[in-house]
């Protein structure tokens, strides 16, 4: 459809790498949004922080990753026809959106931190020495999911951009346990915030 006169492609859930082998339906619809026409691509999913400083409810915009998932959806015979075989990941979370997001945060009067995004192929939840180590490595949020679908859209030649919903605290990081209901219930109640963002960062492409 359209919005504001921009022409949009909206995608519901994913396919994650904890459900079995994923990455041909990954390359399927990351690569027909690019054969749609699309130039930007923008992810969000549900975080766990790994800042004491960043808690359950706020928005962290990812500015790097690391890839703790055991494989790689770009991984075997490359498509020529949608990029290179060595694709370069410098600038694979594009710095000049990044930018303008900050910026139109700040107009909309959203908090909206910036951090490194450490991907795990779970289901389970981390462990707290796990949470240690990547804190040790730099990272500043955690997920089971994005870092696919980044590859894939960068390979192609898309402008990326994700932004995480914190939903919790990191394992260790907090006195309770888990609960992928309370994870969904605090995505829920970011979400204005979130789709505020979006709207508005639309409405600046028109």
């Given at each position: 459809?359209?919005?504001?006169?921009v022409?949009?492609?909206c995608l519901q859930?994913?396919?994650?790498?904890y459900e079995?082998?994923t990455?041909e339906t990954v390359k399927t619809?990351?690569?027909?949004?690019k054969c749609?026409?699309?130039?930007i691509?923008?992810a969000?999913?549900?975080?766990g922080?790994?800042?004491?400083d960043v808690?359950?409810?706020e928005?962290?915009l990812i500015?790097d990753?690391i890839?703790?998932q055991?494989?790689?959806?770009l991984?075997?015979?490359n498509?020529?026809?949608?990029?290179?075989r060595?694709?370069?990941?410098?600038?694979a979370y594009d710095?000049?959106?990044?930018?303008e997001?900050?910026?139109?945060?700040?107009q909309?009067?959203?908090?909206?931190?910036?951090g490194?995004?450490?991907s795990?192929?779970?289901p389970?939840y981390e462990?707290?020495?796990?949470?240690?180590a990547f804190?040790i490595?730099?990272?500043?949020a955690?997920?089971?999911?994005t870092v696919p679908e980044?590859?894939?859209a960068?390979h192609?030649?898309?402008?990326v951009?994700v932004?995480?919903?914190?939903t919790?605290y990191?394992?260790?990081l907090?006195s309770t346990?888990?609960?992928?209901?309370?994870?969904?219930?605090?995505?829920?109640?970011?979400a204005?915030?979130?789709?505020?963002l979006?709207?508005r960062?639309i409405?600046e492409?028109?």
């Amino acid at each position: 459809g359209s919005l504001y006169g921009v022409g949009v492609v909206c995608l519901q859930g994913r396919a994650h790498s904890y459900e079995g082998p994923t990455f041909e339906t990954v390359k399927t619809y990351v690569r027909t949004l690019k054969c749609l026409g699309c130039e930007i691509f923008v992810a969000t999913n549900a975080s766990g922080s790994l800042r004491e400083d960043v808690g359950p409810g706020e928005l962290m915009l990812i500015t790097d990753h690391i890839n703790l998932q055991p494989s790689n959806p770009l991984v075997g015979p490359n498509d020529d026809q949608f990029g290179p075989r060595f694709p370069p990941l410098d600038n694979a979370y594009d710095k000049t959106l990044r930018q303008e997001l900050l910026s139109l945060a700040e107009q909309e009067d959203i908090r909206l931190n910036q951090g490194v995004y450490i991907s795990v192929i779970g289901p389970n939840y981390e462990t707290a020495a796990e949470i240690k180590a990547f804190r040790i490595l730099g990272a500043d949020a955690v997920g089971m999911s994005t870092v696919p679908e980044v590859l894939v859209a960068v390979h192609a030649g898309m402008k990326v951009a994700v932004i995480a919903i914190i939903t919790n605290y990191a394992t260790g990081l907090a006195s309770t346990s888990h609960s992928h209901d309370a994870v969904v219930a605090m995505a829920n109640q970011a979400a204005e915030k979130l789709n505020r963002l979006l709207k508005r960062f639309i409405k600046e492409l028109a």
